[in-house]
């Protein structure tokens, strides 16, 4: 479902994410908004005016909150899953994703999954010299393989050694429109800080529609590694911030320990690792299809 939103000019914006619904906040304008449309048997947008023709809308407002803005918000039938904005000339567009059609049976059939190998560039090294980005792709293949299984269709960021910038990873699984992304790390912990004390699995999101997935995923890694559950954060980190899809990073081990370098470095904890990501997207997307 696509918003647009005819302009004078290409005005600055923010667009504020809550549970069923988006609001578009428009910077440096006043409100001209002389009609607004939109639900099944809809007509497009005009001079004016915005419109869609969306059930996925239940609502639209708009508001003039200080004299210089502009607010306009959907109200949404479902969950955000994913949005994003562009501009098509002066008009700002505002595409709304609908949540994927998923069989609460078998969540992963169908599904698009896109797992990013933490690092290179970077990542950090176990006191053996195990690499992060090498542990990390080890446990992307096998989770590739389990979710496939599983019916999933699942594109990785990288499927070597090769180092990749950040933006080139979301970007791709933008492009690829992924229904799940998840960035599969090692953790360590800088000088002065005793990871022994400090140590456990974590898993960070950005957007508020992944704090869900993020929980998922951190229940099924602690049930597989059993160590201690360092619970779930909201990170300004890369790889989370997309706005097209729900998106978390995971911190399984601290590849800085001896005995979870260990553990990384084998077939068994790659297994171990696997599982848990692959149980917990499955998880979230079964969780998702209970919603109405």
Not at 4 to 18: D, K, M, N, S
Not at 127 to 145: S, Y
Not at 188 to 197: E, I, R, S
């Amino acid at each position: 479902m696509t918003l647009r939103v005819p302009l004078p000019a290409r005005l600055p914006y923010q667009i504020t994410e809550r549970e069923r619904s988006l609001t578009l906040r428009l910077y440096g304008g006043a409100s001209d908004i002389n009609w607004m449309q939109y639900g099944e048997g809809g007509g497009g947008g005009g001079a004016g005016g915005a419109a869609g023709t969306d059930p996925l809308v239940t609502r639209m407002s708009y508001a003039q909150p200080a004299a210089d803005e502009v607010t306009i918000t959907l109200e949404l039938a479902q969950r955000v899953w994913g949005y994003r904005a562009r501009f098509a000339g002066r008009d700002l567009l505002l595409e709304v994703r609908r949540p994927p059609l998923l069989d609460g049976e078998h969540p992963l059939r169908g599904r698009t999954v896109v797992l990013d190998p933490g690092h290179p560039p970077l990542g950090a090294r176990g006191p053996t010299g195990l690499w992060e980005p090498v542990a990390t792709l080890a446990v992307a293949f096998k989770a590739k393989t389990l979710l496939e299984r599983a019916g999933a269709i699942v594109l990785l960021t990288r499927t070597d050694s090769t180092s990749i910038e950040l933006y080139p990873r979301t970007h791709f699984a933008e492009l690829r429109d992924a229904d799940v992304l998840v960035s599969i790390h090692a953790n360590a912990l800088p000088d002065g800080v005793n990871p022994f004390t400090n140590s456990g699995t974590s898993v960070y999101y950005f957007q508020p529609r992944s704090t869900r997935l993020a929980r998922e995923l951190d229940r099924a890694l602690v049930t597989e590694f059993r160590v201690r559950d360092l619970g779930i954060g909201r990170g300004d980190y890369a790889l989370v911030r997309p706005t097209w899809m729900p998106a978390a990073l995971t911190e399984g081990l601290f590849i800085m320990l001896p005995e979870q370098e260990a553990v990384l470095a084998s077939e068994d904890g790659q297994w171990r690792y696997a599982r848990g990501v692959v149980r917990g997207i499955e998880n979230f997307l079964r969780e998702r299809a209970r919603e109405p």
